[in-house]
């Protein structure tokens, strides 16, 4: 019950935020950054695991691009995305994953990685993120219902998404 009462807060927090007749519509990925010692951290992560291909966005934020998607177009901070996805800590410890159905949200009120992040894929296309903690969750950490921490403060995120749906 407490999850439906908090998506449903967050989907009225999110078209409230987003109604589009209105111009808060306007994002700019690049605006918030991470601190250059965040970067290190994740180019750090990048090198030790072997992975060559992320690209770097102007955030700070690392990604691979698996597939594009084939939609006629891309999500905006507006839009309301469904997706596929799984959340990892560097060590391989899966904090959160989509199970049975994809899960639906304003894109306005995820975490600033999964803003910038998710706009570069189309209807179908999927994603890895490599996350810095400001993009993140930051300096919080992230507990369960039992008080257990499941994140960490500061750490760093691969995210990997598949962009379901978009409306």
Request: aromatic fraction near 8%; proline fraction near 6%; charged fraction near 15%.
């Amino acid at each position: 019950m407490r999850k439906i009462l908090v998506a449903l807060f967050v989907v009225v927090i999110g078209l409230a935020a987003c109604n589009k007749k209105n111009d808060n519509c306007n994002y700019d990925p690049c605006a918030v950054k991470a601190p250059a010692s965040e970067i290190t951290q994740v180019e750090t992560y990048l090198s030790g695991a072997g992975i060559t291909t992320a690209i770097k966005h102007c955030s700070g934020l690392y990604y691979e691009i698996k597939g594009p998607g084939t939609g006629s177009s891309a999500p905006t901070i507006c839009s309301y995305v469904s997706v596929n996805y799984k959340g990892m800590l560097t060590n391989g410890n899966i904090f959160d994953q989509t199970t049975t159905a994809p899960a639906a949200f304003p894109l306005a009120t995820l975490i600033e990685s999964w803003k910038k992040g998710i706009p570069l894929l189309k209807k179908g296309g999927s994603i890895t993120l490599y996350v810095p903690p400001s993009l993140g969750y930051g300096a919080s950490a992230q507990v369960d219902r039992n008080n257990n921490v499941i994140i960490p403060a500061n750490s760093i995120l691969i995210f990997d998404i598949e962009l379901v749906d978009l409306q």
